[in-house]
């Protein structure tokens, strides 16, 4: 199996050589015991090389255990606005999803090649490893929402679909693929807004909340439609997301400097974000035509139009409505916004920064976390199951429960890696997706 094949489900590697502070320890995290997850092959098609061999990248996987368990604080914590403790979750609510998919960017990225997008027979065999990821995600999605009742919003089916989408831009290299990511960020949430305005118009008091759930399609024409635009995470505009991580994975993420820029850059951009949205909405009369489109609504709820808003802002998962352009200038997350996106991505980047500097450190309890992000797809649907056994589609909303579901996959995922190497979900989609490249030549 490739070093590459396993990056995409949570046990990624690296190129130019990880930092490596302890032999024996390092052999486990990497798998080198019965079941790794890694392998000595270098990245078909043309990927960088250290020394002929590949390492992991435990800041990569940190980052990806902290979306991971950031979409499980969503999921288990109180993100009600009006709850207490709602102040220790909500930063989590939408970003961490944002993170999730930036992350898929770089897994795809060292999938096609890492540093140097793969050409010839590697490039071929990359969209056929990516290709058949997309399906198995996509299939997995579905079978999901299907089966479980808990009411979170899967991600995993859209993932497939972010994996489709990337198969055009696996030979783009680091600058174009940032330039695309940026225009994309940009200019495909209004060109959706435009195109939903037309043909699926909606607005925040009759607003369907929709997804890929069975109940909710009636044919292909329908899942394209909520893969692409109507859904929770619409992919037309969230491949932005994971063209950003595309371009972060075609950068040596071995190098301090690389991780201090993504950290600081990432910073400014969440600033630039975020300030220009307050700018646009509090000085140039956004806000206000938000609210004369709520007014008759707060009027009849008997509540001040402000209030009325923000109790309504969860209605917006995935796409804001259509009837005042206005709505695209709101910063909350899960709206589907230029400044979301921007916001969102910028934080992902200072994350996934902040990351990779840290494992130039000792800091204990960070293989812990690498764990998880290891095996973030088996973490991923665990605590779904978890969850449907528990509470049978009625979760216990507390922080208690959050940090409980956090501690137990840290503490599970370290146990497993430990005795077993790579995930279980994992070890399924890369030999699957790896036999898959066996039809290439």
Not at 130 to 148: C, D, H, K, T
Not at 215 to 229: A, I, K, P, R, S
Request: aromatic content about 8%; hydrophobic content about 50%; proline content about 5%.
């Amino acid at each position: 199996m490739s070093a590459e094949s396993d990056q995409a489900t949570g046990s990624g590697t690296a190129t130019e050589g990880a930092i490596r502070t302890n032999r024996a320890e390092d052999r486990t995290a990497t798998g080198g015991q019965a079941g790794g997850d890694t392998g000595s092959t270098p990245p078909e098609g043309g990927g960088a090389r250290a020394g002929g061999s590949t390492a992991r990248l435990l800041g990569i996987d940190v980052a990806r255990a902290v979306a991971i368990l950031g979409m499980f604080a969503s999921h288990v914590g109180p993100t009600n606005y009006g709850h207490p403790q709602a102040w220790m979750f909500l930063p989590f609510h939408g970003r961490a999803a944002v993170l999730f998919a930036v992350l898929a960017g770089i897994s795809i990225a060292i999938m096609s090649g890492g540093r140097e997008p793969a050409t010839g027979l590697g490039w071929r065999k990359a969209l056929v490893r990516i290709g058949s990821r997309a399906v198995l995600m996509l299939a997995l999605g579905l079978v999901m929402n299907l089966v479980f009742i808990v009411p979170v919003w899967i991600i995993l089916g859209y993932y497939g679909g972010f994996f489709l989408l990337s198969l055009p831009f696996l030979r783009l290299r680091a600058r174009s693929l940032a330039v695309l990511s940026a225009v994309v960020i940009v200019a495909a949430p209004v060109v959706s807004w435009l195109i939903r305005r037309a043909y699926f118009p909606k607005d925040l008091i009759e607003t369907p909340l929709e997804d890929i759930r069975p109940e909710q399609l009636t044919g292909v024409g329908d899942v394209v439609t909520t893969l692409l635009l109507t859904g929770v995470f619409p992919t037309f505009v969230w491949i932005g997301f994971v063209l950003a991580g595309m371009a972060i994975g075609r950068l040596d993420l071995t190098s301090p400097g690389v991780a201090k820029l993504l950290g600081l850059g990432g910073l400014a951009l969440a600033a630039v974000a975020y300030g220009s949205s307050w700018v646009s909405l509090h000085m140039l009369g956004g806000i206000e035509r938000i609210h004369a489109s709520l007014a008759p609504h707060a009027g009849d709820a008997g509540i001040e139009v402000d209030r009325f808003l923000h109790l309504s802002l969860f209605k917006m998962h995935g796409t804001p409505p259509t009837d005042t352009p206005a709505w695209l200038l709101l910063p909350h997350a899960h709206n589907g916004t230029p400044f979301t996106g921007a916001g969102s991505v910028g934080l992902s980047l200072a994350v996934i920064g902040g990351c990779l500097l840290l494992q130039h450190t000792s800091v204990r309890g960070l293989r812990a976390l690498g764990s998880v992000g290891a095996m973030s797809l088996t973490c991923y649907v665990g605590h779904l199951v978890v969850m449907q056994l528990l509470w049978g589609g009625q979760p216990d909303h507390s922080a208690t429960n959050a940090l409980l579901f956090i501690a137990g996959s840290v503490v599970f995922a370290s146990v497993w890696r430990s005795w077993y190497g790579q995930g279980p979900l994992e070890k399924f989609v890369a030999k699957t997706s790896s036999s898959a490249t066996r039809i290439v030549r």
